[in-house]
């Protein structure tokens, strides 16, 4: 019989914020993806990291590797804010943006890149992805993926997994609107996230176990260190999850954002919804959850209709338009982002619903461009570097 891990809670300030933000390296000639990741690290040197925040906790905003050769990861400090998150962004996109721009390469978001291929793709040299990449097989091969994580402060564990299963209720808000992914391999999907779907197949990601205690994840988890699945906690790809390194709960549902702005957004939906929830523990409210088989069909159908998708609303059955459901819900969140000091960023996802999510923005360049899937990775780029969608 395997033993409970002793997985902890590290200390957080409450709703405090951070982000991880993974982005593709992209040969400015041909569009493609480049294998430069190593190379970019290397040149960064001491430049991939800068020192803590005030008030960061030690942690230092850095860039880093990631599975593949395509991809950095951006990575904020302990934030109070959204704003001051960004402002690690920007700093760090600078510095790698230095070191890129001479080696010919650009960057770009998204969920997925439009037409790479896995045969052409390098894993990262690390032990642990040579572990991933021949234990998942073809699935491993496939993850050409990026997404954003935000990481948000939880200042008590026993509240860590009640708003983990609270926040599968707005899994498809947060689906549809950075919805990022509809081309795979040159082909178009006809799925707004391709990417959600992918990365489900890899053993131990997708939706969460709906954990009702602490003591069920430390079992859950000594039994997957017993049995092999996995070496670390962390290696637990769960769309949403407590991490009890550093006490918070990380969301990672997010396709990668195409540009800063709406990493923000997206970022400050986040931060609101988890302390809008929080707030409502503290009251002795009983937090709104759904049952798994609807979670599961939520995330199926903003998946493959982005921010046109019908979902479940609650455990009745009731459903409706996920656009609306946004709308009403960026309403509940204005007071909380008012606190946070997140209201512009928390406005302006009204703009992601009115103008399109970047899965719309690409389908709408592709038909331009009568299906040239170059010019839709060169908009993407643009976004990146312009900050703002097009």
Same mark, same amino acid.
């Given at each position: 019989m395997s033993s409970p891990a002793q997985l902890g809670f590290g200390e957080s300030p409450r709703s405090t914020v951070g982000l991880e933000w993974e982005i593709g390296l992209v040969e400015s000639g041909s569009a493609n993806l480049s294998q430069s990741g190593p190379e970019v690290l290397a040149a960064l040197g !001491?430049?991939?990291?800068?020192? !803590?925040?005030?008030?960061g906790a030690g942690y230092t905003p850095h860039v880093t590797g990631e599975f593949m050769n395509n991809t950095v990861e951006l990575v904020t400090g302990v934030c109070r804010t959204v704003g001051s998150a960004g402002a690690d962004l920007t700093r760090l996109l600078d510095r790698v943006r230095a070191v890129t721009d001479?080696?010919?390469?650009?960057?770009?978001?998204?969920?997925?890149? !439009?037409?790479?291929?896995?045969a052409d793709q390098v894993v990262g040299e690390k032990e642990r992805y040579a572990r991933i990449r021949e234990r998942t097989g073809v699935w491993g091969a496939q993850l050409i993926i990026w997404g &954003?994580? #935000?990481?948000?402060?939880? @200042?008590?564990?026993?509240? /860590?997994?009640?708003?983990?299963?609270?926040?599968?209720?707005?899994?498809?808000?947060l +689906?549809?609107?950075?919805?990022?992914?509809?081309?795979?391999?040159?082909? *178009?999907?006809?799925?707004?996230? =391709?990417?959600?779907?992918?990365?489900?197949?890899?053993?131990?990601s997708g939706l969460p176990v709906a954990f009702e205690t602490w003591q069920e994840l430390e079992a859950y988890a000594g039994d997957m260190l017993h049995v092999g699945a996995v070496e670390a906690? =962390?290696? #637990?790809?769960?769309? #949403?999850?407590?991490?009890?390194?550093?006490?918070?709960? @990380?969301v990672r549902v997010c396709d990668g954002p195409t540009n800063l702005t709406e990493a923000l957004r997206l970022a /400050?939906?986040?931060?609101?919804? #988890? %302390? *809008?929830?929080?707030? +409502?523990?503290?009251?002795?409210?009983? &937090?709104? %959850?759904?049952? !798994?088989w609807f979670v599961e069909e939520n995330k199926f159908r903003s998946a493959r209709y982005g921010l046109d998708a019908t979902i479940i609303l609650d /455990?009745?059955?009731?459903?409706?338009?996920?656009a609306d459901a946004i709308a009403k819900l960026l309403v509940e969140l204005e007071p909380v982002a008012q606190r946070l000091g997140c209201a512009a960023e928390l406005a302006g996802v009204r703009d992601i619903v009115r103008t399109g999510a970047s899965y719309q923005r690409q389908q709408a360049v592709a038909a331009a461009h009568d299906g040239d899937l170059v010019a839709v990775v060169r908009a993407m780029v643009q976004e990146m570097r312009e900050g703002h969608p097009l």
């Open positions: !001491p430049d991939a990291a800068f020192g !803590p925040q005030a008030g001479p080696m010919g390469l650009d960057l770009m978001g998204g969920g997925t890149h !439009p037409f790479a291929r896995a &954003l994580h #935000v990481h948000v402060g939880v @200042e008590r564990r026993d509240k /860590a997994l009640p708003l983990m299963r609270a926040m599968l209720k707005y899994f498809p808000h +689906q549809a609107l950075s919805a990022g992914s509809p081309y795979w391999a040159g082909e *178009h999907t006809g799925y707004a996230s =391709n990417r959600s779907l992918l990365f489900q197949q890899i053993p131990s906690f =962390n290696e #637990v790809h769960w769309d #949403v999850r407590p991490s009890p390194r550093f006490g918070t709960l @990380e /400050a939906l986040v931060h609101c919804l #988890v %302390e *809008h929830l929080s707030t +409502q523990l503290d009251q002795g409210r009983t &937090l709104p %959850e759904l049952p !798994p /455990a009745e059955g009731n459903q409706g338009p996920v």
